[in-house]
Every structure is written in C-alpha cells, then in structure tokens.
C-alpha cells in the first residue's frame, strides 16, 4: 500500500534552517509529482511547491520563494524540503502529498504530517 | 496570495443534508478541477472528491461535489457524527502556477 512516511519533529530557533524528510513506499516514485503543504497552529491549509515526478521542475509559492527548496532522490523514494531564515510565523505542521499527474491533479496520499517549531 | 472563499462554519443535525460553497475566479476554479479535502481533528487531510464530482474509492456515495463557472460546492447527505471535520476546496491555479486552498469549512454536527 501507499506510505509516506515523514521525519519527526523539529525544534529549532529563529533564523536557523529545517530539513524535513518524507520517504514513500508501495509505489513508483519517479512517476508522481509531490508537494508539501503546511498548517500553522489552528490554521488552514496552505500550498508552499511542488517537484515534478521526473525532478526537472519546481515551484514555489512567492510566500516561500527564496528561501524554501523541494529535492527528491529517486534512490532513496524520498522527498525532502528545506526551510531557512526561520521565523516564529514558520511553525507549523508540515505534510508531504502525492500528486496523481497533472499539475492541478489531487493530492491523493499524504503524510502523517512533521511539526516545525520555531522557538527562542 | 488569493486564496478561495468558503464559509468558516457549517452545522447540521444527524440525517440533514449540509452544502459547503467555495468561491473563486477564473484563474483558479473557473478554468480548472476542484478538489475536496477532509482533515478530521489531529489527522493530516484525505482526498474526498477530485476533478470537481468525483469520488476516490471509499468515500461515501453521502459526499458529493459540483462546480459552475467559478464556484463549487461540497454536498454531505444523511449527516453523521463521524463526519464533524475541517473541509477544504483546492484548484490548480493558473496564475500561481500552483495550488490554492480554501481557508476551510468547520462542519459541526450538532
């Protein structure tokens, strides 16, 4: 079956980076694009970019740009992003989602989510 | 960064058939699919109904979708308990180039 399994929690402090991992298993990884989505503390959903299946294409939300990266590595089936220049705005949950194609296809399978705090 | 318009709350009693709206424009719901997602209490989200009126194997045949123009709506009938969660609408946007999601619907069964 479908797994995306994802780091566990991180706690770090303002202006450091985080590096959050999601390996996925029963499936062909180099077919499907993924995405990572974040959840602030009570808070909806929001899009931070996603990574083309064959890892030739990103792209950020302009909340995120700059200072937000997507890699995969198709030996390992694992996703990963990384978040730098952290603020206290930044913690939140962090979810890894399958994409079933197409860009604006839906997210089929997720992760079980990664909190990130960011405290002093 | 827009996002799409849905209600903050809905409620409804056991049986009852509930509606969640979910406005948007032409860049985003107008030209794409909408997807619908629920993410009960301390759980990550789970796809309920893809490219606007589609069900994942699964779901319900209660949960259904439609869209017109720029707005789509989520329908729940015979209501239950179990379906008390945060619902979100989602669309590719074109000027993005990226995914945009509703701010999230609070369903309550009361």
């Known amino acids: 079956q479908v797994q995306l399994l994802q780091s566990g929690a991180e706690l770090k402090t303002p202006g450091a980076s985080v590096k959050v991992s999601c390996k996925t298993s029963g499936y062909t990884f180099s077919y499907y694009a993924m995405h990572w989505v974040r959840q602030a503390p009570g808070q909806g959903l929001e899009w931070m970019g996603w990574i083309n299946a064959d890892n030739t294409r990103t792209k950020y939300s302009p909340m995120f740009q700059g200072r937000f990266t997507i890699t995969r590595d198709p030996s390992a089936s694992t996703l990963y992003m990384d978040l730098n220049t952290l603020t206290y705005e930044d913690t939140a949950i962090y979810f890894c989602a399958r994409d079933v194609g197409a860009p604006g296809s839906p997210l089929d399978y997720w992760g079980q989510g990664t909190l990130g705090t960011v405290s002093s | 960064q827009s996002v799409l318009t849905q209600p903050p709350s809905a409620s409804g009693t056991p049986g009852q058939r509930v509606t969640i709206s979910c406005s948007g424009s032409s860049s985003n719901i107008g030209g794409n699919s909408v997807n619908w997602y629920q993410q009960l209490p301390g759980a990550a989200p789970r796809l309920l109904i893809y490219s606007s009126n589609q069900r994942p194997s699964g779901v319900p045949d209660r949960f259904s979708g439609s869209k017109s123009g720029t707005s789509a709506s989520l329908a729940i009938s015979g209501l239950q308990s179990d379906d008390e969660a945060d619902y979100y609408c989602?669309?590719?946007?074109?000027?993005?180039?990226?995914?945009?999601f509703g701010r999230g619907t609070k369903l309550t069964v009361l």
């Open positions: 989602a669309a590719w946007d074109d000027s993005l180039s990226g995914v945009l």
